[in-house]
């Protein structure tokens, strides 16, 4: 989707619309959604972190306001989703701490959107709200069960569960990041500075980073060598995916190990949940399913979680890319208000 404004006519849709607002720390994705799932509306603008909650919430408000001004549509709009990062308090309608957004931490954001707009709102983790997003148009649509990784700078996750999320008693459902693969001493720790051996510490960008930076400062020979000068900017996953690309043997040693380890999370997902469906978004994808080396990469993972299932586990269970991509957010809360909306 265009960073651009779109406006759709509304002729073709089908009411009552929802808003789908999807918060990240550098951009916030504001889109209308009718019930059918078509964007009415979309227009992404930047989060202005520094400048705190109370300002990025009254552009919020203009953006929708006039939106509804200009389509005539503001009786047919029932509520407002909103997603986040997290740690955050759902119950509450809080961000507690979130890492990407430090001056917006213990922000009743729930409730100041919902007073500004006065509709109801449905709040999400933000990683949750990709996953129902791809659950309810992506590639999950047609799966009763589903889990979802998201593989970024870190790793965030969702899982769904006969049509239902798994949000958690403290908020922290569906986390699958944080999920333990390397219970030894000596695992890497996690990108926030959290826990040791996590999945998210050896299959993030960051995580990739980290493991082809120590392998370059043991001498290993790699065209990425030229990079190796202390600073994390300069190495970078998008950077050990061109390498591999152009046949790098440490940058293809690198893909097939993140794959391993997101075999062995998978493989303790699916053994925990079985939920016929494991979909993979993110940025951090190695090129994705229009690329060989996101498909070698897609393969890796399910070689690996083939060697470590049961056969009927394994036949029964896909794994696959996701297809909504950057959308996902806003169109997973626009329809999770949808779901809340119609319980009501």
């Known amino acids: 989707m265009a960073d651009t404004p779109v406006i759709t006519e509304t002729s073709q849709a089908t009411a009552p619309f929802y808003w789908g607002i999807d918060i990240g720390g550098t951009g916030i994705k504001i889109g209308l959604v ?23 919430v009254q552009r919020i408000v ?37 890492p990407q957004l430090p001056s917006w931490w213990n922000f009743p954001i729930r409730d100041v959107i919902s007073h500004s707009l006065e509709r109801p709102v449905s709040f999400l983790n933000d990683a949750n709200a990709a996953a129902y997003g791809e659950f309810w148009l992506g590639s999950g649509r047609d799966d009763g069960s589903m889990v979802l990784l998201t593989l970024g700078t870190g790793v965030g996750g969702g899982i769904i569960v006969d049509g239902e999320l ?14 333990v693969v390397d219970s030894s001493p000596q695992a890497q720790l996690c990108v926030w500075g959290g826990g040791r051996g996590q999945l ?32 994390d900017t300069e190495l970078t996953a998008k950077k050990v995916y061109l390498a591999a690309v152009e046949g790098d043997a440490l940058a293809l040693e690198i893909v097939d190990e993140t794959a391993g380890w997101l075999g062995i999370g998978v493989t303790t997902l699916v053994h925990t949940l079985d939920p016929g469906s494991v979909v993979l978004g993110g940025a951090m994808n190695f090129g994705g399913s229009e690329c060989p080396i996101g498909r070698r990469f897609l393969q890796g993972i399910i070689n690996d979680f083939r060697n470590r299932t049961f056969a009927n586990v394994f036949a029964g269970t896909s794994i696959k890319f996701a297809s909504l991509e950057a959308d996902a957010g806003y169109l997973g809360v626009a329809g999770y208000a949808m779901k809340e909306d119609q319980a009501n």
Do not use: W
């Open 34 to 56: 009718d019930s059918s799932g078509q964007t009415l509306v979309y227009e992404r603008i930047a989060t202005r972190e520094s400048e705190g909650p109370d300002s990025a």
């Open 62 to 98: 203009e953006i929708v306001r006039s939106s509804e001004q200009r389509l005539g549509v503001a009786k047919q709009v029932a509520r407002i989703g909103l997603g986040a990062p997290g740690p955050m308090d759902l119950q509450g309608g809080l961000l507690v701490e979130p």
């Open 200 to 231: 998210e510490a050896y299959a993030s960008a960051s995580g990739v980073v980290q493991r082809t930076r120590q392998r370059l400062t043991e001498g290993q020979h790699s065209s990425l060598s030229g990079l190796l000068d202390g600073q």
């Open 166 to 179: 798994v949000n958690g008693v403290n908020s922290f459902g569906s986390e699958c990041g944080h999920i």
